[in-house]
């Protein structure tokens, strides 16, 4: 028998964050992916990236579906809320949640298989409705539980590892995002912690719907020559179009004049991005310049990852629905059962 669960017992020298907790008390039990999967370099970024931010962990719901991805959340926050739902369902029972209690930080894993194929139009209207969540995809181009087959964002002209080569277009989810509305886009590496774990502070920081697609190579069928999925391949590729830190909004902070060439982002809790530009025309505010700037690298074979896109002034899907500020859970009957007077007067505005 294998015993899959961490001991609860610390070091007394790990250091606690602002709010008492260890980065231990972030993880979850232990992985049974493959060995060097890059999913598992994920869990690390989001464990790391909820410490420095000193969220509570009863605070954070997070859902997925299933995949080889969506068995990550079992491997981080395992002191937070948890759902795993049917196959590509993952969004709409996010949405449910979100619905009913907005004080919880939600984020949603998913995979390529469970976002791209089966799930596209749950992620659809996700991203177009604003839901204030962070969706995060592992992204390996691979069916890795059913042994390697093409998933939908396999780029043409790819090789399996038996060396058939794929010849459909691929979905790519950061494009349809952007087309969507996602006020909130982002592209990196698994391989990549000092770039991925700011990204993912930066989303949570986000209000409204923050999209990140992580190149997770699969070591098992998708890590050879040919894929552009692979380590080496996305290496010798990566084209990042800026370096950033999030400079959380909590206390006041002082800083110097900022260079040349550095752009500063306010969000909308007021939490700052610091943006230093790699491509000089490069502007993350501009939907339809990140739209063209990464359809004409991904002509060239490049991989494009950075923060691609923020609306500072996002609204989220609360906001959109008018809905009150109290979360819908937390209201009694007398504010959810008005009477029969008040159903009376709506059926009449409605004649």
């Known amino acids: 028998m294998t015993y899959l669960a961490k001991p609860r017992l610390h070091h007394p020298s790990l250091k606690p964050n602002a709010v008492g907790f260890t980065r231990r008390d972030y993880e979850g039990r232990i992985s049974t992916l493959c060995?060097?999967?890059?999913?598992?370099?994920?869990?690390?970024?989001?464990?790391?990236?909820?410490?420095?931010?000193?969220?509570e962990p009863h605070r954070v719901a997070k859902l997925?579906?299933?995949?080889?991805?969506?068995?990550?959340?079992?491997?981080?926050?395992?002191?937070?809320?948890?759902?795993?739902?049917?196959?590509?369902?993952?969004p709409s029972v996010l949405t449910g949640a979100y619905l009913a209690n907005k004080s919880l930080l939600y984020l949603g894993v998913s995979g390529d298989g469970d976002s791209a194929s089966i799930g596209i139009g749950q992620f659809v209207h996700c991203m177009r409705r604003g839901v204030d969540m962070v969706y995060l995809v592992e992204n390996n181009g691979v069916y890795g539980l059913t042994k390697g087959q093409f998933s939908a964002t396999a780029d043409a002209g790819s090789k399996s590892k038996k060396g058939v080569l794929n010849t459909d277009s691929p979905v790519d989810l950061v494009a349809l995002a952007l087309q969507l509305?996602?006020?909130?886009?982002?592209?990196?590496?698994?391989?990549?912690?000092?770039?991925?774990?700011?990204?993912?502070?930066?989303?949570?920081?986000?209000?409204?719907?923050?999209?990140?697609?992580?190149?997770?190579?699969?070591?098992?069928?998708?890590?050879?020559?040919?894929?552009?999925?692979?380590?080496?391949?996305?290496?010798?590729?990566?084209?990042?179009?800026?370096?950033?830190d999030v400079i959380e909004g909590r206390e006041p902070i002082e800083i110097e004049q900022p260079p040349e060439g550095v752009i500063e982002v306010v969000q909308?809790?007021?939490?700052?991005?610091?943006?230093?530009?790699?491509?000089?025309?490069?502007?993350?505010?501009?939907?339809?310049?990140?739209?063209?700037?990464?359809?004409?690298?991904?002509?060239?074979?490049?991989?494009?990852?950075?923060?691609?896109?923020?609306?500072?002034?996002?609204?989220?899907?609360?906001?959109?629905?008018?809905?009150?500020?109290?979360?819908?859970?937390?209201?009694?009957?007398?504010?959810?059962?008005?009477?029969?007077a008040v159903l009376e007067k709506i059926n009449a505005s409605l004649r």
């Open 35 to 55: 060995a060097g999967c890059g999913h598992d370099s994920i869990s690390a970024a989001i464990i790391q990236a909820c410490w420095e931010l000193d969220i």
């Open 64 to 90: 997925s579906g299933i995949g080889c991805s969506s068995k990550t959340p079992d491997y981080f926050l395992g002191q937070s809320h948890g759902f795993n739902t049917v196959h590509g369902r993952m």
């Open 181 to 244: 509305g996602a006020s909130f886009v982002a592209r990196s590496f698994s391989g990549d912690k000092a770039q991925l774990v700011p990204l993912i502070k930066a989303a949570i920081g986000h209000r409204g719907a923050a999209f990140i697609d992580v190149i997770s190579p699969c070591v098992a069928f998708n890590n050879h020559t040919g894929s552009t999925k692979s380590y080496d391949y996305v290496r010798e590729h990566n084209d990042s179009v800026n370096f950033l």
């Open 268 to 340: 909308h809790d007021g939490s700052i991005l610091r943006l230093r530009r790699t491509e000089p025309d490069y502007d993350p505010r501009d939907r339809i310049g990140a739209m063209n700037f990464i359809a004409r690298h991904q002509e060239r074979g490049e991989v494009v990852t950075g923060l691609l896109f923020v609306d500072p002034q996002a609204r989220d899907f609360h906001q959109h629905l008018g809905s009150v500020q109290t979360p819908l859970n937390r209201l009694g009957a007398a504010e959810l059962c008005p009477g029969a």
